[in-house]
């Protein structure tokens, strides 16, 4: 299925179907995506469209704790803590000094470690991750 004929009339009735008091987990809403043949973005303006809440992201950028407004980094103590080919890797992936959420993902899968790793590599070595790829920010 092509993602560019996706019905958005579709995406946002999915969206509403696997929303919870009008929140959406970013785990969810790539699953939709997957399921319809829709891009991930396409998924995040529908839930903008229906007023529902991305929540839980996966990189633990945001969804978290009191109101859904925190993250859940846990930055190591030290960059000595970030393998050189991790480190390496990320530095390597920014685009104008910014890490791309589908390069983290991409990075989480290359190295075998879960996105939060990459995440918490990404926050030690004082890179900040941009370009979500639901468009939350």
Known sequence: MSREKVDQAKVEAAVR?????GQL????AFRIARN???TPLAVGQAADAV?????RCQ??????GEQNKHNILEPMDSVEGVTPELARAIREGLVLDKLPCAV????ATRF???KIDVA??????GVHIRQCQLGAF
Not at 25 to 28: P, T, V
């Open 120 to 125: 918490n590599a990404a926050d030690t070595l």
């Open 36 to 38: 319809l043949g829709a």
């Open 25 to 28: 987990r970013c785990a969810a």
């Open 112 to 114: 075998r470690i879960s």
């Open 59 to 64: 990189l633990g950028l945001f969804g978290y």
């Open 104 to 107: 983290a993902w991409s990075l």
């Open 17 to 21: 179907a696997q929303a919870q008091d």
């Open 51 to 55: 007023g529902v809440k991305l929540i």
